[in-house]
């Protein structure tokens, strides 16, 4: 288990998958499983967005399975629990600060563009733009999750 790993430190990191399992990183092998931690491996500032950062995303970061993920956006909130679905929730429009509505189901990570899209239409259903906090309604899910 490896945690807050950031771009700067993604050679080290393939070196240990690698001394993990020799075959890495070749498409379709096994691999030995390893845990990482709210990982930040692709940052352009870092990793920048030629030849080498496609590499490193195309034959690394993209053989990860994510098995949990809540991402707070100003829309509404991305949630990912393994083996599940990623799915997009936003909070009624008029309900009670507990009442989220799931409104999009991918079967693969979405894309910024896919996440755009989404905020897009719910603005455009609601009628104005996204502005609370993310925090705010992070608070508000977890409340509402924890009630079941």
């Given at each position: ?19 993990l399992s020799p075959a890495f990183p070749v ?56 083996p599940g679905k990623w799915t997009g929730f ?40 996204s502005g609370s906090s993310p925090l705010a ?12």
């Amino acid at each position: 288990v490896l945690g807050g790993i950031g771009a700067s430190e993604s050679e080290a990191l393939i070196g240990i998958a690698e001394a993990l399992s020799p075959a890495f990183p070749v498409a379709g092998r096994e691999v030995a499983p390893f845990v990482l931690v709210n990982p930040d491996l692709v940052d352009m500032g870092a990793t920048g967005l030629g030849y080498a950062a496609r590499n490193l995303r195309k034959n690394f970061v993209e053989t990860f399975e994510t098995c949990y993920c809540l991402r707070v956006t100003t829309w509404g909130l991305l949630l990912r629990q393994y083996p599940g679905k990623w799915t997009g929730f936003m909070q009624k429009e008029g309900a009670a600060a507990e009442e989220w509505e799931m409104v999009e189901v991918w079967d693969k990570r979405p894309g910024q563009d896919e996440i755009a899209e989404l905020q897009k239409k719910m603005e455009a259903a609601s009628g104005k733009k996204s502005g609370s906090s993310p925090l705010a309604g992070f608070k508000r899910f977890l409340k509402a999750y924890m009630r079941g």
